[in-house]
């Protein structure tokens, strides 16, 4: 059984689970590439320019940290792989270390709202950040660059509305206005905490004037 699995309570269930984009890794590992290519050229050149230098050490003392630097990179890549951003029926995890962990956790309820942002390159490419915004003492909890954000938010937001119990209910038929405008403002509440989106409100919205 996984790391994530072990941290799920009874009955609780993964919605959506995702990782930074590959970008990320990607320009470690490019710059780490340019630093192997330094060493290289170095390891020819320090004999050249000084010829008093044991060209032995000059390849002992390169080689060392050309292996720094690909264990460094080696390291990028097993960090990128063990760190997850999860949504479940009941909270937020993000998860990250390789073998020692660090898991930060917010729950459904006490989220109070959602911000995404995306770049040209991030619509692009499909990534951006999301800020978790709570009522903890931690505040804001950042997910930087990870892929397919605006599914992450939209899973989150759905999560949330289940939790409170506004989704998966069985459809009602309104007999007065005024039960509709009860709903409309339960539904706008839901909106202005991030819950829901502006489209989603306004599909509920015409879907509860459709049954008057």
């Known amino acids: 059984m996984s790391y994530l699995h072990n941290l799920l309570g009874e009955g ?114 499909n990534f951006g950040n999301v800020d978790i915004l709570t009522a903890s003492d931690e505040g804001v909890n950042r997910m930087q660059a990870i892929r397919r954000p605006i599914e992450f938010k939209r899973a989150m937001m759905d999560s949330r509305a289940r939790y409170d119990g506004y989704l998966d209910r069985a459809p009602v038929a309104y007999d007065q206005p005024r039960d509709v405008r009860a709903v409309l403002e339960q539904l706008a509440a839901l909106r202005d905490r991030g819950i829901l989106s502006p489209a989603e409100f306004e599909a509920k919205k015409r879907e509860l004037l459709s049954r008057i």
Do not use: C
């Not at 890794?25 to 020819?44: K, R």
């Not at 993000?94 to 660090?102: F, R, Y």
């Open 12 to 125: 609780e269930e993964i919605v959506f689970t995702t990782r930074q984009h590959w970008f990320i890794p990607l320009a470690h590992i490019l710059t780490e590439l340019i630093v192997l290519v330094i060493l290289s050229i170095a390891a020819i050149v320090v004999p050249a320019v000084f010829p008093n230098v044991p060209q032995g050490m000059v390849y002992i003392v390169m080689g060392a940290l050309g292996l720094i630097v690909i264990l460094s990179a080696f390291g990028d890549i097993m960090r990128w792989r063990n760190e997850q951003f999860v949504i479940t029926d009941r909270r937020v995890l993000q998860l990250q270390g390789v073998l020692s962990k660090n898991v930060l956790d917010s729950s459904l309820e006490k989220i109070t709202d959602v911000q995404l942002e995306q770049s040209l390159v991030g619509r692009m490419f």
